[in-house]
């Protein structure tokens, strides 16, 4: 079981930053792919950026070169910095870890994220 806690969201203007952390309680944190989901008002949930347990990352088009996902095993944390935010941003930031091949994958509650000036 892995219980995932986040925080960092706010209010923050277009082009701004914010720094999202969602930490983890529970072992094997290192096996773990970590994924920051966000979902929109009205949208469906879409992936935002991930990385894998080897450290591997990977991100939606739409924050390629603005957000980047880093994660401290250590701390058993991971990270969203997120730059030159826009409006379209605006969503509610889910942290998540997951372990397709133990059928094995953890949600935390969502942080809100609102750009806007």
């Known amino acids: 079981q892995v219980q995932l806690v986040e925080s960092g969201g706010g209010l923050v203007q277009p082009g701004g930053s914010l720094r999202l952390s969602c930490a983890a309680y529970?072992?094997?944190?290192?096996?773990?792919?970590m994924n920051w989901y966000r979902q929109a008002p009205g949208k469906q949930r879409e992936l935002a950026a991930g990385i894998t347990s080897s450290g591997r990352t990977n991100y939606a088009d739409s924050v390629k070169g603005r957000f980047t996902i880093s994660r401290d095993n250590a701390q058993k944390t991971v990270y969203l910095q997120m730059n030159s935010l826009k409006p379209e941003d605006t969503a509610v930031y889910y942290c998540?870890?997951?372990?397709?091949?133990?059928?094995?994958?953890?949600w935390g509650q969502g942080t809100q994220v609102t750009v806007s000036s």
């Open positions: 529970g072992s094997m944190f290192s096996l773990y792919a």
């Open positions: 998540n870890a997951d372990r397709p091949l133990v059928g094995r994958s953890f």
